[in-house]
Nanobody, 119 residues
Framework: VQLQASGGGLVQSGGSLRLSCAAS????????MGWYRQAPGKQRELVAT???????NYSDSVKGRFTISKDSNKNTVYLQMNILKPEDTAVYYC??????????????GGQGTQVTVSS
């Protein structure tokens, strides 16, 4: 079972990007998936999370600009990022807790994807 994140890149201030994170593995089911980010010299911080029931949570810094969503059939979570600001520049990481075929929770961490917002 693993996570694969994608969708980062370079964008101008005010622009948009969409990140994707797919959990692969036979018979798995999403419990919670989320995005975190870490900027140079700063601690890792929560961006947004979504539960299997679709309950979302956002950091104050991205509320109203970012939207987290999921496709349970694809075990994929998305992060739509609009009105990007230079301070959004960071490596974005996807984390997840999924249930395996036996209903046991498995914590997963994905590789980061770089998001750079130019001013």
């Amino acid at each position: 079972v693993q996570l694969q994140a994608s969708g980062g890149g370079l964008v101008q201030s005010g622009g948009s990007l969409r990140l994707s994170c797919a959990a692969s593995g036979s018979g798995i089911r999403i419990n919670t998936m989320g995005w975190y980010r870490q900027a140079p010299g700063k601690q890792r911080e929560l961006v947004a999370t979504i539960t299997g029931r679709g309950i979302t949570n956002y950091s104050d810094s991205v509320k109203g600009r970012f939207t987290i969503s999921k496709d349970s059939n694809k075990n994929t979570v998305y992060l739509q990022m609009n009105i990007l600001k230079p301070e959004d520049t960071a490596v974005y990481y996807c984390d997840a807790v999924v249930f395996n075929q036996m209903g046991e929770p498995i914590a997963l961490g994905g590789q980061g994807t770089q998001v750079t917002v130019s001013s």
